[in-house]
């Protein structure tokens, strides 16, 4: 993983969350990805503040401070970049969880996640497991930019 000083320490446009326009079963949204995607370690927030970066331990996730270093463990990571809508809003996609699947399944399915392509999302379903919040799962079509064509 490559570390950018600027990056971490510049001043950078916190852009609103893409997933918040996915709340019901059959929201869509169709953008253009407008920065590189990376990337990057999930971690727990506390407060709506990013606190201890998370790992799969025992096929469970665990916080860093909560991590038996005598077994087998593998960091959950997210991919992240930004996109813009075609009413020109921009949005940082954070794919971790069920919105990362989907979009290795697309990639899967042959076409790359570029910076200038167009990425389009749904939520297909809300599954009940019995807690507050229902599990989303989403769909996702890409579309490389004319240049990777």
């Known amino acids: 993983m490559t570390f950018d000083i ?3 320490y510049g001043k950078k446009e916190k852009l609103p969350n893409w997933g918040t326009l996915f709340n019901n079963k ?3 949204s169709v953008a253009q990805i407008v920065s590189e995607p990376t990337e990057m370690p999930c971690r727990a927030f506390s407060g709506g503040m990013p606190g201890e970066a998370l790992f799969f331990q025992n096929n469970k996730p665990v916080s860093q401070s909560a991590l038996n270093l005598s077994l087998p463990h593998d960091p959950i990571t997210q991919f992240v970049f930004d996109v813009q809508t075609k009413d020109g809003t921009r ?3 954070w794919m971790d969880k069920y919105k990362k699947k989907a979009l290795i399944a697309a ?3 042959g076409t790359p996640c570029l ?3 167009m990425i389009a999302m749904e939520l297909t379903e809300l599954v009940n497991v019995g807690t507050a919040a229902p599990r989303k799962l989403y769909e996702v079509q890409l579309k490389a930019p004319k240049s990777a064509e």
Request: proline share 0%; glycine share 20%.
């Open 6 to 8: 600027n990056e971490k």
């Open 26 to 28: 059959g929201d869509k």
């Open 91 to 93: 949005y940082t996609a």
């Open 107 to 109: 990639i899967k399915s």
């Open 115 to 117: 910076k200038g392509g």
